[in-house]
């Protein structure tokens, strides 16, 4: 548990600068509905005019921005990509950093498993997400609180935050895996930026064309879309798939941890 202990201590700087954003990033949202609400401007009619091409990449799609929800609907899309971002490279640099930092040697006088320190990491690592994610959750009930109308606005955001906790995890294991497989651990979060950054281009693109749709199984972010979240709940089958992704990427990963040439 000393290990998991340094962990936590280790990333404590980074998470709270991850969540101090993720609070600025809501409350700003918060101040700007706040202005559109207090105005007779139409925010529809506004979002209306643009190009498609920016509203694919806003992720606008059907909401009515006129309501709480809707507007929280369209925020949802930057709250995940803060959380994927934060995750993917929590997983890359915390599987990465004794190689990286040359200190590996820490982890072999440990009278543990390389198992044992890889579950040790993976469990310091969900509960940053996790806290993560519950920060999130906290400053956007005062969003909900304070300017929704819709009663059933807890269950709206509880379902949007769970979406968001298994997209954190699927990209905590990506990260993982990249650091586990990569020879040059210095380039993992690098990588798992990139990653995250063509996933999030595929999925503005299948926004765009209705012919590239079949890509919606290949980008994480089409998984749990807000509107789809709101209106039916979670799609089984994106659900199971990200579950399955993220269970393979950590069987994955311990197995190539176990077996690399750890230097350092």
């Known amino acids: 548990m000393n290990l998991f202990w340094r962990e936590m201590k280790a990333n404590r700087k980074s998470l709270t600068i991850w969540s101090i954003g993720m609070v600025i990033l809501i409350g700003s949202s918060m101040s700007k509905y706040a202005g559109f609400s207090a105005s007779d401007q139409s925010v529809n009619s506004l979002m209306a005019d643009m190009p498609d091409t920016m509203k694919a990449v806003m992720g606008i799609g059907d909401f009515d921005l006129a309501t709480a929800s809707g507007y929280y ?51 310091a690592a969900v509960t940053n997400v996790s806290v993560f994610n519950l920060v999130t959750l906290s400053a956007s009930s005062v969003f909900f609180i304070y300017f929704g109308e819709d009663e059933h606005f807890a269950k709206d955001l509880l379902i949007l935050m769970v979406g968001m906790l298994l997209l954190q995890l699927l990209f905590l294991s990506i990260g993982m895996l990249i650091a586990a497989l990569l020879k040059r651990p210095g380039k993992s ?11 999030f281009v595929l999925s503005v693109a299948v926004n765009l064309k209705e012919e590239l749709s079949v890509l919606k199984y290949v980008t994480p972010f089409q998984y749990f879309d807000a509107h789809q979240l709101m209106e039916t709940g ?31």
């Open 73 to 123: 609907g369209l925020l949802f899309l930057y709250l995940i990509l803060m959380g994927t971002a934060h995750a993917g490279m929590l997983g890359a640099n915390i599987l990465a950093k004794e190689e990286r930092d040359r200190t590996a040697e820490f982890l072999f006088v440990k009278p543990v498993s390389r198992g044992r320190i890889m579950m040790l990491k993976l469990a």
């Open 189 to 199: 979060g690098a990588l798992s930026g990139a990653i995250l950054l063509i996933a």
């Open 234 to 264: 979670f799609d089984p089958v994106f659900t199971g798939l990200s579950v399955s992704l993220t269970a393979l990427f950590l069987l994955l990963a311990f197995r190539s941890y176990n077996r690399k040439d750890l230097n350092g």
